[in-house]
Nanobody
C-alpha cells in the first residue's frame, strides 16, 4: 500500500527558498503527485501537480514562476522547489497521489501527514 511522507518545511524569511520532498514507500510511484497547502482557517488548495512520468506539470496561479515541481521515480521522490516565498505561502503542505493530476483535493485517496511552511520576518 502506497504511503507518502513529506519533509523540508520550516521557517524562512520572505524572498527565501525551501525545497519540499514527498517520499513514497510501500509500492512503486506510478501515480501523479499533487502538492496542496492549507493555511489556518482556510480550505486546502492545489499548489502543483506532476504526472506519473513527469512529462506534465501544472501550477496554481499564485505560485507560477516561483515554484517548480519535479520527480525522481527511481528514488520514489517528488520535489517542490519554492522560491521567492511570500508570507501568504504559509501553511501546511501536503502531497497526495492519484492516477491523473486533478486540482480537486477530494479526488485524491492517499495523503501524507504534511509539513509546515512558515514565511515570516
Amino acid at each position: 500500500q502506497l504511503q507518502l511522507v513529506e519533509s523540508g518545511g520550516g521557517l524562512v524569511q520572505p524572498g527565501g527558498s525551501l525545497r519540499l520532498s514527498c517520499v513514497a514507500s510501500g509500492s512503486a510511484l506510478n501515480y501523479a503527485i499533487g502538492w496542496f497547502r492549507q493555511a489556518p482557517g482556510e480550505e486546502r488548495e492545489a499548489v502543483s501537480c506532476i504526472s506519473s512520468s513527469g512529462g506534465s506539470t501544472t501550477y496554481g496561479d499564485s505560485v507560477k514562476a516561483r515554484f517548480t515541481i519535479s520527480r525522481d521515480n527511481a528514488k520514489k521522490v517528488v520535489y517542490l522547489q519554492m522560491n521567492s516565498l511570500k508570507p501568504e505561502d504559509t501553511g501546511v503542505y501536503y502531497c497526495a497521489a492519484r492516477w491523473l493530476c486533478s486540482p480537486d483535493k477530494n479526488q485524491y485517496d492517499t495523503w501524507g501527514q504534511g509539513t509546515q511552511v512558515t514565511v515570516s520576518s
